[in-house]
Each structure stands twice: as structure tokens, then as C-alpha cells.
């Protein structure tokens, strides 16, 4: 099913800063953002149990387990089983570094069989609060957690995690299930495969104003002849482009504050706010059904609402196009 028959609306809210993503967040904070979102309108919900070691499900869960459960479209990802026991080891995120050192305590495995995927799935909805998935994805079978090993992980998965949601989704369990990843390589492998097809995919920092290249080149034109949809995660790079420091969930380097500080010129010169060029930018590909930044205040959401509906115009988009900011084969709103 694709995936923009399923989605309430083209903003959701991406709930990985509800695991203390780089800071620990109050609780009562973290329930303020979530039902900010859902008074605001907000009616998809996107999170993982790798988000501090299952605390973005459970603070999410304790919202919206209040909520009318046919009103909302909830996602969340298979791939990590979380433990109850305590973690003593620092824990190896790959290129991720500490990204959830203020998350849960919980050991984490990082496991996509057919036996983990049942069981990281009836963990969620406990943690959820909640008796049934919307979306499933696949989480992190890529390089940037696994560097030369990710081929094996995706193998894992292909065999594991691939099989259990088609057959959930053919059972009726869930509407759909896809790939949640950082990088395009798996998503390709995936669409090349001569089995079930997933319905679409959770792409996160790589359709963005700052890095779009390598999507344009090979996944998306696949993806749109194989008519599965793409939800864009990370639409501000980590931050960076909604004034924050990091990009890639790392310190950004000089070249990539370069860029974001012409970005902020050409935005200040036509009025705009860089969150509407980042959130729209991110939404003009045919192959996009949805965006899903990150918040982890009530005020970000009224930022992220304002953003997707600002009025830019024309001439912003046309002179971003000829900045050579963007790719000439990027699709523009407006035909700019």
C-alpha cells in the first residue's frame, strides 16, 4: 500500500529526541512536546526502541495511549531488542558515538531475525502502550553502524525481519513496512530484490538542502519507478540547519557550516525562514509522503507547523536553483 494512502498528513513528528538524543530531557517535558503535537494537529508519530534504549516509545506511549487509537498512524522500527538488564559496557553505535548516553540504561542487542522482529514488536507495543502498529521499518542495517560488516546485517534481515513484516502486512497486521536507514545503499538493495517489495521508506539526513546528491542519482528515480514513497527524516541534518551544531549527529565540520551560513543568507534576503526552505524542500520530490523532524519542546512544533505552510516565494527557490546550493536535478516546489 503506498505509503501516502496511509499517512494523515505530509508533517509528522520524529520522536528519536524524546530517547535524551545528545541531552536528558525532563519527562514532563518530553509529555508537553508530544500532546503540543497532537493539539496542533499532528497525527503521525514516528519512533524506535534504539531511542534510548526504549524511553522515546515509553514517553511517547504515555501520551498518546490516551488518545483514540484510529485517529493517529504510529511507526516504529525492528532490529534492536532491548534487554533488562543493565548495560556495563560502553555501547557500540558505529559512527554514532554516544548519541543515547542519556537514554535508558538497558542493554541493547542489535539482532533482525525472525525471532527478534516477533519479539522487538511485542516489546513496542507494550512500551507503546498500544495493541497494534501502523508502519514497521527496519532499522540501521547500513554502514554507518555496521562499516564493512552491513552487508551480513542486511543478509540478517533479508532472511529475518524482511519475511515476518510481509507477512504481517499480508495478515493484516500491519498497513506497510520498509527500511529506516541513514544511508541509500540498503534501500537499493532492497528494491533490487526479486521478492516482496516493501511499501516505502524512512529515509533520515539524506534528502535534505545540505545533502540530497546521492539520493537523486540512483535511489529515488528506482524508488519512483517501483512507486514506493519516501518519508524523510532528520529534514534539519541534526540541527544544523535549525540553528543547532551538529550534522550527522556529530559536531558539524566548517564545509557544511559554509553552506548552511549562505543558505541563511539567501533565506534572510527573500524573508524566509530556513525551517520552511528545509521542510519544503524536502517535501517537493514526487517520491516524498511525509516529513518528520525532531522536538524536543512544545515550541518547536508551532515552529515546524508555520514552516511547512509559509508562503515562499518563487524567486526564493529560483535563486537557490541558480546559488548552485542545490542540485540541478532536484524537483523544486513551484517548477523553480
Sequence with gaps: MS?????????????APLGNMFRAIPDAEAAATVEAAWDQGVRYYDTAPFYGAGLS??????????????????????????????????PDFGEKGG????????KVLHVWTAEATERSIEDSLKRLGTDRLDIVWVHDIAQDFHGDLWLSKFEEARTGAFRVLSRLREEGVIKAWGLGVNKTEPIELTLALDEPQPDGFLLAGRYTLLDHDHALQRLLPLA??????????????????????????????????????RLKDLTARHGVSIKAAALQFSLAHPASAAVIPGATKPSRIAEDIAALNEDVPTAFWTDLRASGLVSPAAPLPHNA
Design 99 to 106: 548519541l543515547f548516553e542519556h537514554g535508558n540504561p538497558n
Design 57 to 90: 516509545e515509553q514517553r511517547l506511549g504515555e501520551v498518546l495511549s490516551t488518545k483514540p487509537r484510529d485517529e493517529y498512524v504510529l511507526s516504529t522500527k525492528v532490529g534492536r531488542v532491548v534487554l533488562d538488564e543493565i548495560e556495563t559496557d560502553v
Design 3 to 15: 505509503l501516502k494512502n496511509i499517512l494523515p498528513g505530509r508533517l509528522g513528528f520524529g520522536t
Design 224 to 261: 519512483q519507478e517501483q512507486n514506493v514513497d519516501m518519508v524523510v527524516g532528520g529534514p534539519y541534518s541534526s540541527g544544523v540547519l535549525a540553528g543547532g551544531t551538529h550534522f550527522e549527529y556529530q559536531p558539524a565540520p566548517p564545509a557544511i557550516l559554509e553552506k548552511v551560513a
